[in-house]
């Protein structure tokens, strides 16, 4: 298992440019089992989340070849060959849930492994299934698997999720593309993903309103056609970035950052005491002067603070003046980075789904551990404000979600290498 080994070095200065969103590619991928007809996504992020998502489709039939080192993907499902999503690619990313609504409303049936939980919490399905069934599925839960059948197809229905739900509501839009009749979605997510899977969807023909709001409408039709679609800025990969002349110093601009993905995290950063500018290329971003100030910070869906900053928030909030408490609200067990920070002399106190912390001058380099995506970065963005050496084991879920980390935090003058395991 391969490491990396950060050592603080002072101020930070240069650019960094954004890729596409991880969790928008991960939901546009399996839309490509909604048509016969090819469907290309220019500006994919390079991750192992992606060749993930794309070996799983290729298991269904569906054909992915990766281009230009595989900023873009050219997908096509001709024919779904196999209807079953096994277990032993499900258990490595729960987002291969989403290939059973696109899977169900196009063959009449599907079987998909449940994902099972991970680190962050045990992260039920069961929002994803009303979904289906409010549209006429049939679903039988057995060997920890989704058996699920529309025998005349899907029909139009109501959905009222009874708490927001990123994926839940991609299953639910995808499906109800090629639904009978009229679907609407009712406390839909709103996320900046769900925008863009929205976009993409209709240049493949679907009839969808109000993306983006509480309530989604779509109107089925009978069949969608291919479409080429430039996957978002991925807004979490972008909030890491400014966080880290955020916690070291200097001036970052960040490519392809805009304020409208992350406005809440940017009203935080100014709170801060941390200046955000939006130029034609991107966001840069500075201290204003001295030191960060703490501040509080609550979860929330979108258009709320995102959960997925909030371990690398709490990075920042380690060397901040005063006390910060950081509440969160979407997984029951995302606190995970605070123990690892202690490590390196960070003050935390963790109860339930809250976290104070009290700033330190500095933090001190140390042996980590990597326990979840997010929290390994919060790690990474700790050790460069640190004196000394860190070294942040167990980087293979840094590797879900961020391309390249070391050449992006090393190209603006972090001192950083990895260090390949046996
Ligand atoms: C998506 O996960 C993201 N993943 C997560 O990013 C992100 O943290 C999350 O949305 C919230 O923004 C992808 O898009 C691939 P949810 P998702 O359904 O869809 C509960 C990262 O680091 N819930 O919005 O799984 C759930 O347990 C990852 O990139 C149910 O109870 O999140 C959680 O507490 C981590 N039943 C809350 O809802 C359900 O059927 C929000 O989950 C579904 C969810």
Redesign the pocket.
């Known amino acids: 298992m391969d490491s990396i080994v950060v050592t603080g070095n002072g101020p930070l200065h240069g650019q960094i440019a954004i890729a596409g969103a991880?969790?928008?590619c991960?939901?546009l991928m399996p839309a490509t089992l909604l048509s016969e007809e090819p469907l290309t996504l220019t500006n994919a992020p390079r991750l192992s989340?992606i060749r993930t998502m794309s070996t799983l489709l290729e298991s269904l039939g569906a054909e992915v070849a990766q281009m230009q080192g595989g900023q873009v993907l050219a997908l096509a499902s001709h024919a779904i060959t196999n209807h079953r999503a096994d277990y032993d690619i499900v258990r490595k990313?729960?987002?291969s849930?989403?290939v059973l609504g696109p899977m169900l409303a196009r063959e009449g049936h599907a079987v998909v492994s449940l994902p099972g939980g991970?680190a962050?919490?045990?992260?039920?399905?069961?929002?994803?299934?009303?979904a289906l069934e409010a549209m006429g599925a049939e679903l039988d839960l057995r060997d920890g698997y989704v058996h699920a059948r529309a025998p005349g197809g899907l029909r139009g229905g109501r959905i009222a999720f009874p708490?927001?739900?990123?994926?839940?509501?991609?299953n639910a839009l995808m499906a109800a593309t090629l639904a009978r009749g009229t679907t609407v979605i009712d406390n839909a997510?709103r996320?900046p993903?769900i925008v863009d899977l929205a976009q993409c969807l209709r240049k493949m023909g679907a009839q969808i309103e109000g993306e983006g709001t509480h309530t989604i409408t779509i109107e089925g039709v009978d069949r969608l056609g291919g479409a080429t679609h430039a996957v978002v800025p991925d807004r979490?990969e972008l909030g890491t970035y400014m966080l880290a002349p955020a916690i070291c110093g200097g001036e970052v601009t960040c490519l392809g950052g805009r304020i409208d993905l992350l406005a809440a995290f940017c009203e935080k950063l100014d709170e801060a005491g941390i200046d955000v500018t939006e130029t034609e290329t991107g966001l840069t971003v500075a201290r204003r002067n001295g030191r960060v100030r703490a501040v509080d910070v609550v979860t929330e869906?979108?258009p709320g603070f995102?959960?997925?900053l909030q371990a690398q928030m709490m990075a920042l909030m380690c060397t901040a003046q005063g006390t910060s408490v950081l509440e969160e609200r979407?997984?029951?067990n995302r606190f995970m980075h605070a123990p690892e920070l202690m490590r390196m002399g960070a003050l935390i106190d963790v109860h339930g789904g809250t976290a104070t912390v009290t700033g330190v001058e500095t933090l001190k380099g140390a042996p980590v551990m990597a326990t979840?995506?997010?929290a390994s970065v919060s790690l990474i963005l700790a050790g460069l404000a640190a004196e000394g050496e860190t070294i942040v084991n167990r980087v293979y879920h840094l590797d879900?979600?961020y391309e390249s980390v070391e050449e992006k935090l090393g190209g603006v003058g972090a001192r950083i290498e990895r260090i390949t395991g046996q």
């Open positions: 991880k969790n928008a991960l939901t989340d990313m729960r987002a849930i989403l991970c962050i919490g045990a992260r039920p399905v069961d929002l994803h299934l009303h708490m927001v739900s990123v994926g839940a509501t991609e997510a996320e993903e979490i869906p979108f995102p959960t997925d979407i997984f029951e979840d995506l997010r879900r979600g």
